[in-house]
């Protein structure tokens, strides 16, 4: 089993679960309580959920198979039954990976109730799928400390990955909200528009816990005496990218916060919004692009040395 298999899927899990839990958990923290109630707004934001924890659940599953024929050097479908019991049940990789079934099993369970107590089973699955994304985070270089240290380095992983998702999933609500129809409510503008507005907090403590959480993480993976040798090797290089692409999205932050949201404040008062709407959308698309590699880059990080021998 080649390691492009695992990145894949480690990407796929990065991305389904972020999504997951920043979905659900954006209108608690961008919408109004009436909002929260509003039948067509849960409908949109919360369609995708159901799908997105049964997808996370056959990821899981198969990465768990393909993490057990690339130790034993095998196919995937010549894996053999007794070292995948003995790796999920022996190991601390098969605790997580437990853990994390249990927690999108609770997901999906929660997700087939949206329709019927939409805020108690958003904040399920908002909680339970932070837990699925932690498992996932661990099984990388924070999975590997040990002692006071590896708690701290667990503890920043979470809270990046986890800052990261309320991001990466207020993005995709966001697209939700304003994507392409022959035309949208003026009800659904304004919304939208407070919603943008109303994340403005949300975003910058997200930006400042991953901006701290990464030093904490830069630290303990690689260690300020460490910089050098590691911008030799494929790991610091890779690292530099996804610094680029994490400034290009606080750059697109920026510029929707203090000028693409007045302007379609603006415009949707003036009574046409079009222009600014493909506008927001455009940089939108852009900035869940640029989160979308920097997910890629993240998977692929977690299976390279950051120092060279």
Not at 159 to 183: E, N, Q, T, Y
Not at 243 to 251: G, I, K, T
Not at 277 to 302: F, H, N, P, Q, Y
């Given at each position: 089993?080649?390691d492009?298999?695992?990145?894949?899927?480690?990407?796929?899990?990065?991305?389904?679960?972020?999504?997951?839990?920043?979905?659900?958990?954006?209108?608690?923290?961008?919408?109004?309580?009436e909002?929260?109630?509003?039948?067509?707004?849960?409908?949109?934001?919360?369609?995708?959920?159901?799908?997105?924890?049964?997808?996370?659940?056959?990821?899981?599953?198969?990465?768990?198979?393909?993490?057990?024929?690339?130790?034993?050097?095998?196919?995937?479908?010549?894996?053999?039954?007794?070292?995948?019991?003995?790796?999920?049940?022996?190991?601390?990789?098969?605790?997580?990976?437990?853990?994390?079934?249990?927690?999108?099993?609770?997901?999906?369970?929660?997700?087939?109730?949206?329709?019927?107590?939409?805020?108690?089973?958003?904040?399920?699955?908002?909680?339970?799928?932070?837990?699925?994304?932690?498992?996932?985070?661990?099984?990388?270089?924070?999975?590997?400390?040990?002692?006071?240290?590896?708690?701290?380095?667990?503890?920043a992983d979470?809270?990046?990955?986890?800052?990261?998702?309320?991001?990466?999933?207020?993005?995709?609500?966001?697209?939700?909200?304003?994507?392409?129809?022959?035309?949208?409510?003026?009800?659904?503008?304004?919304?939208?528009?407070?919603?943008?507005?109303?994340?403005?907090?949300?975003?910058?403590?997200?930006?400042?816990?991953?901006?701290?959480?990464?030093?904490?993480?830069?630290?303990?993976?690689?260690?300020?005496?460490?910089?050098g040798?590691?911008?030799?090797?494929?790991?610091?290089?890779?690292?530099?990218?996804k610094?680029?692409?994490?400034?290009?999205?606080?750059?697109?932050a920026?510029?929707?916060?203090?000028?693409?949201?007045?302007?379609?404040?603006?415009?949707?008062?003036?009574?046409?919004?079009?222009?600014?709407?493909?506008?927001?959308?455009?940089?939108?698309?852009?900035?869940?692009?640029?989160?979308?590699?920097?997910?890629?880059?993240?998977?692929?990080?977690?299976?390279?040395?950051?120092?060279?021998?």
């Open positions: 089993m080649t492009s298999v695992l990145i894949g899927i480690r990407f796929a899990l990065y991305a389904d679960l972020m999504l997951l839990v920043g979905l659900a958990a954006f209108p608690f923290h961008a919408l109004r309580r909002e929260r109630r509003d039948p067509q707004v849960v409908e949109a934001l919360f369609a995708p959920q159901f799908w997105l924890a049964s997808l996370g659940l056959i990821a899981s599953l198969i990465g768990m198979v393909a993490l057990t024929a690339s130790m034993q050097g095998v196919a995937f479908f010549a894996v053999d039954p007794a070292m995948l019991v003995m790796l999920v049940g022996e190991t601390e990789v098969g605790a997580a990976w437990i853990v994390r079934v249990v927690a999108l099993g609770t997901a999906l369970a929660a997700a087939s109730q949206l329709g019927r107590r939409p805020a108690a089973a958003a904040a399920t699955i908002a909680m339970a799928g932070s837990v699925a994304l932690t498992t996932v985070v661990w099984a990388g270089h924070a999975g590997a400390g040990e002692g006071l240290t590896g708690a701290i380095h667990r503890l979470a809270l990046h990955m986890i800052a990261a998702a309320l991001w990466f999933g207020a993005i995709g609500a966001f697209l939700i909200l304003l994507r392409p129809r022959d035309s949208i409510a003026e009800e659904r503008l304004a919304l939208t528009a407070r919603s943008l507005d109303r994340f403005a907090r949300t975003g910058t403590v997200c930006v400042l816990v991953i901006a701290a959480t990464g030093l904490v993480n830069a630290q303990v993976i690689v260690g300020a005496n460490n910089i040798r590691a911008l030799a090797s494929p790991y610091g290089q890779l690292l530099v990218i610094l680029l692409f994490f400034a290009l999205m606080l750059a697109l920026a510029a929707n916060r203090w000028r693409l949201t007045p302007a379609l404040s603006s415009a949707r008062v003036e009574g046409d919004p079009a222009a600014a709407l493909r506008t927001m959308r455009r940089s939108l698309a852009i900035e869940i692009l640029a989160a979308t590699a920097i997910l890629a880059l993240v998977a692929w990080l977690g299976m390279l040395e950051p120092l060279p021998a």
